[in-house]
């Protein structure tokens, strides 16, 4: 259910096909090993007995071979397993590498909750054969909370990390003085800090709308605590577990919805550093006044 260092195992099919891409059967019977193999075979026999012959035999059933094999359904069956374990392998590094960046406090909470869930499965686990089916279930809900739980944790502190080295009070002295000398300057110097101004606002903008994201991602971990801790408290009791799978169906929407918030957040990181760029025309080379531009646009990349 859980690895060593906390990460929760899911099931990553559904992120197979995103991850890894389409499955190319041709490719994939082209280099499986036992084919790779007589093709050294055949080569190294052909050097050994200085003939061209058994090159020529082996092109030939080569194409055979790859005509017949890619449409195989137990082949494919074989490659789409290949590639079920690669995106496993891959999605659980993802986690465990998620987990590892995480503050040692985080990481706490964190491995916390996954005591809760294991305490929870446990309890529910002696209950009869005909519950198993929605116990699984649960367990199910329990694993994508937890990997919920733990992205919230990471972009919660990708939001730390940036309010921490941003002082919106330099940038609104900074975005004062260019305001208060617009009106003083050349037209060419006018119109660039005229973009400076407007990057300067939605740098604060920006500020604003993360400050306020990581509230809401701070109390969604601690809903999704508060609810886990609620439920393990009943199966001790063991109340219905039907009632039990309500909550957790309810807490995923809710954690879906926050997870939506934290992905606009993840496309503002994305934009901004590029519009910023993008948006401030340089001051040509021939303006006396040039050096003051150039100034500019260091300050912006800065």
Known sequence: MFDESG?????????????????DFLKAAFQWQYNLIALAGTAAFAVVSASALPLILASGLE??????????????????????????????????QMWQQLPPDSRSHYD???NVCKAVTANYGSLSSPSQMLVSQMRDKLLGILEAYLRLLY????????????????????LSQLQQKLTSESQKVREINQQRVEILNKRLEKFDKIRENRQVIDAQCAAIEDVLQLIRDQ????????????QLESLVQNVEQTEETVKQVEDIFATTAQSETDTLTPLPTAVGSSDAGSRAAQRVRN
Do not use: C
Not at 155 to 174: F, G, K
Not at 235 to 246: I, N, W
């Open 7 to 23: 990460a929760s195992r899911r099931n990553p099919e559904a992120e197979q096909g995103s991850e890894l891409g389409p499955v």
């Open 63 to 96: 194409l055979i071979y790859l005509s017949l094999i890619p449409h195989n359904k137990r082949f494919q069956r074989l490659v789409r397993s290949w590639r079920f374990a690669e995106g496993k392998k891959a999605h659980e590094l993802k986690i465990a």
């Open 112 to 114: 916390q909750l996954v």
């Open 155 to 174: 972009a919660s502190q990708q939001h730390v990390d940036y309010l921490r080295t941003t002082n919106p009070d330099v940038i609104r002295h900074e």
């Open 235 to 246: 199966s001790v009791s063991m109340r219905d577990p039907q009632r039990v799978s309500g």
